[in-house]
């Protein structure tokens, strides 16, 4: 077919809009409205985003060609407090959905309410860790009350603004739990009895749309078993009953990044690959995780989780679009949705074309589709009904009328473009800053007491990333140099004898555990010695997460175990108890003009105006080493730059301070430096991309 062709369908499917209606669905598809649909969907996370940036960023996910926008729902984030709820702003749900919905997209909602995700705890609230008796995502009567209690607040809320497809509403799939089948196994009998459990209780709720469970083979009728992973065209065992449809909830346009790892760089061409093939498959319903990936805000992320999230999607953090990435899809969307009428009516048939080739052909009474393969390793060029087609490596073209090739997964039409930092403002003068370092507290300043080692995430129960274990030795040796051993479950570590730093460590999120071994020197008579014991993130995944730990568990000194000993504990440090990040809280302590040298645990303050344009902001925090960071009292995220990858460089150097944060002059920002960075390195960016 001739190019015009081409050009008015990829305007005709950016224009198309979608209603709420009857959803049903059979081995085909999803059925909105008594007609079948392919869907193209994209998650994009609410709180991991601003209201400000949310119409910019469904605008972009509607142009790339999706259907659907995906996301889950953070129960740790909309109640921190038990019956204590939190709906607004950046947790705005309703107002999310409906912004979808008023630029006519539908909605899969991800309730679980464990959710993964590379949040904190899973998605979990903290306090259900204290409720007697509990053990999560099991056959266990106080989970289960918990669970559907906030399973049906969400679901009545979006019944109160009919926002259900069976309401005319926008949402057309819900997901209850969430990759259960990794785990499912630990509890052997009663893994089953949850998941059926879980299932009924969900179709129970009578929202009039189909439930779903991903990575959950087993999931029981009429729930939707389907896919998550980067090749569901190849690794999906399929659905578990024959009149339910191929579905894939997740395929990762890139992978979560570590502190101290390499961002995962997935190429268009293999995401569009493994697209086609499921489609080809006779998959209906693809969506794409992450689509935007957005910021973990705030303590939001999981253990070691950067606070840039899925950067290399198809909208980078900022919301800004990645090419090729996002015009490659777009086109293999209009491409999929150019051949609907065989794929969803037509009947499938199979033909090899060669040893690693293969066409997929679709025909219904008046319409022909081909999908032609190439799963080899090189380029190679194979006959399809009597004429040559040329296909590049690992590949799939789509022909929408079984003769012209519209697409070619491996062909890439669209120019790369690079983000790139532009320097706005440079905090590099003493006299732009002023300072307060944390006292570090001793064993008689602690009001919390135990002989024993407590567990850091009981003690804490997520108010902070810090604790203090203090205890006090009295050393009467002649030789007053000690080795101090102490053995951690997470994930930081700094020790401090007698006020002064001896040494730190810590883990990775390959191993969460830290080791430090210090020859210290110790004075003759009372000694006073802090751990300061930091996690970055809780776990996230796991069966019995609730038995999960953190914090010190063995301590000793010049071969004395301290397990048992008299302890005292802090929870979090003191600025962050005084909030003093505030403009209420600042005054609470007494600030200092800043000196050339620098000290670990440092508050930095200063002020600064917008810059001017709507570009996106960044934080350049490239001079410092690991903390957190507010801006106007928001928390922008935590920050680790003097963690390296193998190559040298931070995993993440430059920190999002959304737009609507700001106000046009005088922000406060304030940083918490645990090591001791150089604030004079800190600058103000603005980010835009070049070709």
């Not at 409720?131 to 679901?155: A, L």
């Amino acid at each position: 077919m001739g190019e015009w062709w081409w050009c008015l369908l990829v305007i005709t499917v950016s224009l198309a809009t979608v209603h709420g209606g009857n959803v049903t669905y059979d081995r085909t598809s999803l059925i909105i409205d008594g007609e079948h649909q392919i869907l193209f969907s994209g998650s994009i996370h609410y709180p991991r985003s601003t209201p400000q940036m949310w119409p910019d960023l469904i605008a972009k996910a509607k142009e790339g060609g999706l259907d659907v926008i995906q996301t889950y729902v953070f129960w740790n984030l909309h109640e921190p407090q038990q019956a204590k709820y939190e709906f607004s702003g950046r947790l705005d749900l309703v107002g999310f959905i409906k912004e979808i919905q008023a630029q006519g997209l539908y909605v899969t909602l991800r309730i679980g309410p464990y959710i993964e995700s590379e949040c904190t705890y899973g998605g979990l609230p903290l306090w259900l860790h204290d409720i007697p008796g509990i053990v999560f995502r099991s056959d266990n009567d106080q989970f289960k009350f918990q669970m559907q209690r906030f399973t049906t607040k969400i679901v009545d809320m979006m019944k109160s603004a009919n926002l259900f497809a069976s309401q005319g509403g926008p949402i057309i799939l819900s997901q209850i739990e969430n990759e259960y089948g990794n785990i499912e196994s630990a509890f052997k009998e009663s893994g089953l009895t949850y998941i059926r459990w879980a299932a009924q209780m969900a179709v129970g709720l009578q929202t009039g749309v189909p439930w779903v469970m991903c990575k959950q083979d087993n999931a029981p009728d009429p729930v939707i078993n389907a896919c998550n992973g980067m090749q569901c065209g190849t690794t999906f065992k399929g659905p578990n009953s024959p009149n339910k449809p191929s579905l894939w909830t997740e395929n990762w346009t890139s992978f979560y990044q570590a502190f101290g790892g390499k961002p995962y760089l997935r190429s268009a061409s293999d995401i569009a690959y493994n697209v086609a093939l499921f489609i080809a498959k006779k998959g209906s319903y693809v969506n794409y995780y992450m689509y935007h990936g957005g910021t973990n805000f705030d303590r939001l992320a999981s253990a070691f989780i950067t606070t840039a999230y899925y950067d290399e999607a198809p909208l980078d953090e900022y919301g800004l679009v990645r090419q090729p990435k996002w015009g490659h899809l777009k086109d293999l969307h209009a491409a999929v949705k150019s051949c609907s009428q065989p794929l969803l009516y037509g009947t499938q048939t199979t033909l090899s074309l060669g040893s690693q080739q293969q066409a997929y052909i679709f025909k219904s009474s008046t319409e022909c589709a081909a999908f032609l393969e190439n799963s080899g390793p090189g380029d190679v060029t194979i006959q399809f009904q009597n004429t040559p087609y040329q296909l590049p490596r690992k590949s799939i073209s789509i022909l929408p009328d079984c003769k012209n090739v519209v697409f070619n997964t491996g062909k890439l039409s669209i120019q790369n473009n690079a983000r790139e930092m532009r320097t706005q403002l440079e905090f590099n003068s003493a006299e732009k800053w002023k300072v307060y370092t944390e006292v570090i507290p001793n064993f008689d300043d602690t009001s919390l007491r135990a002989n024993t080692l407590l567990d850091q995430i009981s003690t804490a129960k997520d108010t902070s990333d810090y604790m203090w274990y203090t205890f006090r030795l009295n050393d009467n040796s002649p030789n007053a140099q000690s080795v101090l051993s102490i053995y951690s479950e997470g994930h930081v570590l700094h020790s401090f004898i007698n006020g002064v730093l001896k040494g730190s460590a810590h883990g990775n999120h390959e191993n969460l555990n830290v080791a430090m071994e210090e020859s210290v020197n110790l004075i003759n008579g009372i000694n006073n010695i802090s751990i300061l014991s930091a996690t970055v993130g809780l776990p996230n995944s796991g069966a019995f997460l609730e038995r999960r730990v953190a914090g010190l568990r063995k301590v000793n000194v010049q071969g004395r175990d301290l397990t048992s000993y008299a302890w005292g504990y802090q929870v979090g440090l003191l600025g962050e108890k005084l909030q003093i990040f505030t403009v209420n809280g600042l005054s609470k302590v007494q600030w200092e003009d800043f000196q050339s040298s620098t000290k670990p645990l440092t508050w930095y303050q200063t002020t600064f105006d917008a810059p001017a344009g709507n570009d996106p902001v960044a934080l350049n925090l490239g001079s410092m080493g690991k903390g957190l960071t507010w801006v106007n009292g928001q928390g922008i995220g935590r920050y680790w730059v003097s963690f390296h990858t193998s190559n040298g460089t931070p995993s993440q150097q430059w920190y999002h301070i959304p737009r609507s944060f700001l106000k046009s002059t005088g922000n406060l920002l304030v940083i918490l430096e645990e090591e001791t960075g150089n604030p004079l390195g800190i600058a103000i960016d603005t980010v835009y991309n070049t070709n």
